[in-house]
Nanobody
């Protein structure tokens, strides 16, 4: 089992940047995939970016070139660097860890992009 705690959300102007953090505790060495997802009001939760245990990454087309998933193994933390933010990026951002066949979620952090 793992525990995930997101932080770093907030209000930012269009074109600005934020870095989200996901602190991971528990059975971290059993994690197969880590990911960031987001859910905007009235919409389904969608994938933003993932990283495998081996370090391979995948980013949704809507964020490619603007967002980057990374990790710091020494700090047991996964990050989502978000640049050139747009109003349509406004959502609650969730961290997810997969230890097959189970998935674990954090409680989310709100990101609001508005002038």
């Amino acid at each position: 089992q793992v525990q995930l705690v997101e932080s770093g959300g907030g209000l930012v102007q269009p074109g600005g940047s934020l870095r989200l953090s996901c602190a991971v505790s528990g059975s971290i060495f059993s994690i197969h995939i880590m990911g960031w997802y987001r859910q905007a009001p009235g919409k389904q939760r969608e994938l933003v970016a993932t990283m495998t245990f081996g370090g391979s990454t995948n980013h949704a087309d809507s964020v490619k070139g603007r967002f980057t998933i990374s990790r710091d193994n020494a700090k047991n933390t996964v990050y989502l660097q978000m640049n050139s933010l747009k109003p349509e990026d406004t959502a609650v951002y969730y961290c997810k860890a997969v230890i097959s066949p189970n998935a674990y979620w954090g409680r989310g952090t709100q990101v609001t992009v508005s002038s």
